[in-house]
């Protein structure tokens, strides 16, 4: 296994890992699945900044991660938001784990000091969403503050939205300036 930063011409495997989320899960609250022009203008839209990672074995991709602005406004620059999507059928294999590790060394070498994940909540779990996202982000050592309550809309049912976050540096009184993501940094071989 080895993880490196996304390609353009990734776009289209990570759509396939992807699309099955948007289909028959509520953990993502999009409803349509993306165009993969759309996707790998996502993927490159995020690259100009931050990190966009995947984990591959054997040249498939099993996992992928990145973070974008918290919120577009500069003081929130030290605050990311975190995503991650497993292929199905591999989650709880320490795949995603992997990606936030490096998500995070990453964003430490950006000086990045907030990491927030936006989570689909289940009000009462279902078949399309249950706790295990929350409870990922837990085990890595993410915090519950917040829940909006029945805030998203899908498969003719409610769901909430919980923000979870973890500190992974000290807020100084003069903070470093931001550095734009370098896959060279964790992936020599990128």
Not at 156 to 174: F, L, Q
Request: net charge negative; hydrophobic share 40%; aromatic share 14%.
């Amino acid at each position: 296994m080895r993880i490196r930063a996304a390609k353009r011409e990734d776009a289209q495997e990570l759509l396939e890992l992807y699309a099955p989320y948007v289909e028959k899960t509520a953990i993502t609250f999009e409803v349509t699945v993306p165009s993969v022009e759309e996707f790998a203008g996502r993927i490159l839209q995020t690259l100009q900044r931050y990190p966009y990672i995947v984990a591959e074995e054997n040249h498939e991709i099993l996992g992928y991660a990145y973070t974008g602005p918290f919120k577009e406004r500069a003081a929130y620059d030290w605050a990311v938001e975190t995503s991650i999507y497993v292929k199905m059928g591999r989650t709880r294999g320490g795949i995603g784990k992997m990606l936030y590790t490096s998500l995070e060394e990453t964003s430490r070498r950006q000086h990045i000091l907030n990491m927030n994940a936006c989570i689909a909540s289940p009000v009462v779990e279902d078949e399309y969403l249950t706790r295990n996202s929350i409870d990922f982000h837990e085990h890595l050592g993410y915090a519950l503050v917040g829940t909006f309550h029945q805030c998203g809309f899908k498969f003719g049912r409610w769901y909430d939205m919980v923000w979870m976050e973890k500190i992974i540096g000290g807020h100084a009184a003069s903070p470093k300036p931001i550095l734009t993501f370098e896959p060279q940094w964790v992936f020599p071989d990128t």
